[in-house]
């Protein structure tokens, strides 16, 4: 994952074009030799001051007018263009930009286009006639409006966009969010701007995406950029230039801040159960190398450390191998400490068995003994169920919200649910309360969620009384 280290000239790609006589813009160049008179105004003093006093960013969506202007971002085409937009925003949050939700009061409008297919580029171009309209209100009401151009559709075009539609202030590649907040000085001179150089090493390892989509259920974290294969029919290879990967540890520090907003937003909701399933597969370093897991059992245990402080109460549940290829007694050992340091709620352990195709079937021997794989299992069972129980007997005179999932298996008498932990809970199937008032005994029902006081707890189970039955909402209210 290394970058190529030097740059693409793409075709037509660096040059200098006049839109009018005395306006100039610029594909890209450091140094333009002999055409000195003609570079457009770059950032004023401003731009450099704002960037030294550290000012504090602003954050998405709010509705100051300070800073250098509100952005609206619009999205077409594929993931990658979505990862897109949120780079550049970063880029032009850092910069002083504001976000705003409504093309209407934006100072900058800024479309990430596609080019896979030619519906893709009409839909831009219908696009900008609606946006034409909006510009020239605000013409006559003395609000300039800048509008920008990225992405695939940007590189692929270039100057015909600028020719094509006056309309259109700046155009950006795939490679050159970075200038756009230079870009945008330009063009808040008047003049039209673009940067359309491809490059073989640029990565945005550097940039962390901030979301642009409020409430987004996903985000996407992008490991490589381009594409080599040069398929007959795809523009993608002219469009985001040669293939190239992030270092690994910059994709690694954006899915740990994806993780850490995950546990936060698990700590903050009521309505995500705090359980969480990390399997360790062994607690010796050495076998969880032999085993290929890429972690430590330091590292794991810092994991634990991390989950917890975030999430007070989690529950937490985890898989275990006994008796893995050259697993010695000491090994097996630091499996057991690890079980009673970290104290599951939930274990799934299992003797291990060589499986066919495997990379340990090819270069590893399965040469722990049977009966030795047996013992060690019945032993890491024993102590998880020990910690098990210990660490669900302190919930012993609380009480439990209870998901009621119906009947228990043992008892007909007797409901089973599950808890915000996800640990199963039995209690008698009786006439009860109904938290919203209603003075009429009611019965639970799978799908309620019922108020239980637990009185007794095991490895597996807890059993208690019901109290009532609530809502979710209710109950977070309560608490």
């Avoid at 209870?402 to 409901?415: D, I, N, T």
Wanted: some cysteine.
């Amino acid at each position: 994952m290394r970058g190529w280290g030097r740059a693409l000239r793409a075709a037509g790609s660096l040059r200098w074009v006049s839109t009018r006589p005395g306006a100039a813009h610029c594909g890209q160049s450091e140094r333009p030799q002999g055409r000195r008179a003609e570079l457009p105004a770059g950032p004023d003093l401003r731009h450099f001051l704002r960037g030294a006093a550290g000012e504090s960013e602003p954050e998405p969506g709010q509705g100051s007018t300070s800073g250098l202007g509100k952005v609206y971002l619009e999205t077409y085409g594929c993931q990658m263009n979505v990862n897109d937009t949120e780079i550049a925003w970063a880029i032009l949050q850092k910069s002083g930009y504001i976000r705003t939700k409504e093309a209407e009061e934006a100072d900058v409008i800024l479309l990430v286009t596609c080019s896979v297919r030619d519906k893709a580029e009409q839909a831009i171009w219908n696009r900008l006639q609606h946006l034409k309209a909006l510009k020239a209100r605000r013409h006559q009401a003395s609000l300039p409006l800048r509008i920008g151009i990225l992405g695939c559709m940007a590189e692929r075009l270039k100057e015909e966009i600028l020719h094509r539609e006056k309309l259109v202030d700046i155009v950006a590649g795939p490679d050159a969010y970075r200038d756009l907040p230079r870009l945008l000085a330009v063009a808040e001179s008047g003049q039209q701007a673009a940067n359309v150089l491809l490059s073989l090493d640029e990565t945005y390892a550097d940039i962390l995406p901030v979301q642009t989509s409020a409430g987004g259920k996903t985000a996407f974290v992008s490991i490589m950029r381009g594409c080599d294969n040069m398929c007959s029919y795809c523009i993608v290879p002219f469009t985001r230039g040669r293939e190239r990967s992030r270092p690994i540890t910059s994709i690694l520090q954006e899915v740990k801040v994806l993780s850490d907003q995950v546990l936060q937003l698990i700590q903050e909701r009521h309505n995500i159960c705090k359980q969480l399933h990390l399997p360790a597969q062994s607690g010796s370093t050495r076998v969880l190398e032999a085993m290929r897991r890429g972690y430590t059992r330091e590292a794991y245990l810092d994991l634990v450390q991390h989950v917890r402080n975030t999430i007070p109460g989690v529950s937490l549940s985890s898989d275990f191998i006994a008796g893995f290829c050259g697993e010695t007694e000491e090994d097996h050992q630091q499996t057991v400490s690890l079980l009673r340091e970290v104290r599951y709620n939930v274990g799934f352990l299992f003797a291990y068995s060589m499986r066919q195709k495997t990379r340990a079937y090819h270069r590893l021997q399965d040469d722990v003994p049977a009966d030795v794989k047996r013992r060690r299992l019945e032993e890491l069972i024993t102590v998880f169920r020990e910690e098990a129980a210990r660490a669900n007997e302190a919930m012993v005179g609380q009480s439990q919200l209870v998901l009621v999932e119906g009947p228990s298996k043992r008892s007909a008498s007797e409901l089973c649910g599950r808890n915000d932990g996800n640990i199963k809970v039995i209690f008698p199937d009786a006439d009860i309360e109904d938290a919203e008032g209603c003075k009429a005994l009611v019965r639970a029902q799978p799908g309620d969620y019922v108020l239980v006081k637990v009185t007794s707890a095991s490895s597996q189970t807890l059993k208690g009384v019901p109290l009532c039955r609530t809502t979710l909402s209710r109950s977070a209210a309560c608490h």
